[in-house]
Structures are given as structure tokens and as C-alpha cells.
T-cell receptor, first 116, second 115 residues
Framework: AQKVTQAQTEISVVEKEDVTLDCVYETRDTTYYLFWYKQPPSGELVFLIRRNSFDEQNEISGRYSWNFQKSTSSFNFTITASQVVDSAVYFCALSEASGATNKLIFGTGTLLAVQP | DAGVIQSPRHEVTEMGQEVTLRCKPISGHNSLFWYRQTMMRGLELLIYFNNNVPIDDSGMPEDRFSAKMPNASFSTLKIQPSEPRDSAVYFC?????????????FGEGSWLTVV
């Protein structure tokens, strides 16, 4: 069975601090995809990144970076120099690559509060 | 480009009433998903369609819930009769299924309150 665990329920940091959001996943599939979504206070779900299980290269996009480690089944998300606008709930999700479609299994989310 | 469009954005209804949520997926996408978000259960998949055909409705909580996708550009999620425990945010999402996983894009959600 597939499962995504985000052990950190809430994190509070002060602006300009770096923060890492943890994500650990379980799957029996050899090919799968991992995602991060952001849910700001306004409520919409915003796609941040999609990563193929065959691609373990870390990715950087501005202040955001992602560390994918297959050996530990983790896909962690780091925000560098956090800003108040980063305050949101962040969801990690897993999708199998086989089968008829690509439904997402979500973690429970991490609420990030960035204080000014 | 237009994203996934959901309506209504907010709905308050009385217990026992029928509720219909609507979704227009992104043009060209052939997979459509209905998710529900609650504090207790988080984000859970209710049902998804591929090419307008329901593939898996195992997440639909009970017979009071039904979903349809009459064509590639429209889907509905209906609750009849509604109950207070149905209060949640209902998200519609779509993606382009090409035999491999692609990004799933979400609408802004329909916030349902059943009193």
C-alpha cells in the first residue's frame, strides 16, 4: 500500500530563517512520482514540483529546493530565507506510475508559519 | 490558460437538501478527480475518471454521494441528502493522462457547509 508521512504537523520560523519540511513515503512500485503542493490561507492547492523516482537529482527553484533520497524514501523540501508569504500548509504526495491513471495519495500536511 | 474551474465557491445548505458541485477541467485533460478535505481526514480521493469513465469510486463515502462526467469538459458531484458531516472543501482536479503520471492541477475548491 502507498503511504505518505509528514511527521511535522506545524513549524514556526522567523522570517529569513531556512526551514525544511520532511516527507517520507512508502510504495511497492519501482516507478512512481512525488509531488509537493502548497495551500495558502486562501485555500487553493498550488502545484510546486513533480519528481520521477528515477531522477534523484536535487532540484532548486529560487528559494525552494528539494532533496530526493530513494535510499531513505524521503523527499524533503527546503525553503531558504523564508518569507511571510511562504506561510501555508504544504502537502507531499505520491502517485504510482503504473495503472490506468495517476491518483495522488497525500500526506497530512505541514503548517508553516513564518513570523515577521 | 484557464485552470480547473469549480462552482459554487461557497455553499451553505440545510441538512437534507441536495447539493451539486460542478467542475470544468482544464481543456485537453482526460483525467478528472474529486477530492475532499476535512480537518479530521485530510485530503482524500473520492472518485476519478479517465476519458469520462469512472475508474475508481471506492473513496465515495456512501450512496448519498454520486458523481458524473457526461463529457470531457464537465463533471458534477452530488450529495443527496446532505448531512452536517459532509461539510468540507471539495476539490476538483484534472490532468492529462498519457500512460505516465503527469501533474494534477486543482481547482480553488468548493467550500460546503451543511447546517
Amino acid at each position: 500500500a502507498q503511504k505518505v508521512t509528514q511527521a511535522q504537523t506545524e513549524i514556526s520560523v522567523v522570517e529569513k530563517e531556512d526551514v525544511t519540511l520532511d516527507c517520507v513515503y512508502e510504495t511497492r512500485d519501482t516507478t512512481y512520482y512525488l509531488f509537493w503542493y502548497k495551500q495558502p490561507p486562501s485555500g487553493e492547492l498550488v502545484f510546486l514540483i513533480r519528481r520521477n523516482s528515477f531522477d534523484e537529482q536535487n532540484e532548486i527553484s529560487g528559494r525552494y529546493s528539494w532533496n530526493f533520497q530513494k535510499s531513505t524514501s524521503s523527499f524533503n523540501f527546503t525553503i531558504t530565507a523564508s518569507q511571510v508569504v511562504d506561510s501555508a500548509v504544504y502537502f507531499c504526495a505520491l502517485s504510482e506510475a503504473s495503472g490506468a491513471t495517476n491518483k495522488l495519495i497525500f500526506g497530512t500536511g505541514t503548517l508553516l508559519a513564518v513570523q515577521p | 490558460d484557464a485552470g480547473v474551474i469549480q462552482s459554487p465557491r461557497h455553499e451553505v445548505t440545510e441538512m437534507g437538501q441536495e447539493v451539486t458541485l460542478r467542475c470544468k477541467p482544464i481543456s485537453g485533460h482526460n483525467s478528472l478527480f474529486w477530492y475532499r478535505q476535512t480537518m479530521m481526514r485530510g485530503l482524500e480521493l473520492l472518485i476519478y475518471f479517465n476519458n469520462n469513465v469512472p475508474i475508481d469510486d471506492s473513496g465515495m463515502p456512501e450512496d448519498r454521494f454520486s458523481a458524473k462526467m457526461p463529457n470531457a469538459s464537465f463533471s458534477t458531484l452530488k450529495i443527496q441528502p446532505s448531512e452536517p458531516r459532509d461539510s468540507a472543501v471539495y476539490f476538483c482536479a484534472s490532468s492529462k493522462w498519457t500512460g505516465t503520471t503527469n501533474t494534477i492541477y486543482f481547482g480553488e475548491g468548493s467550500w460546503l457547509t451543511v447546517v
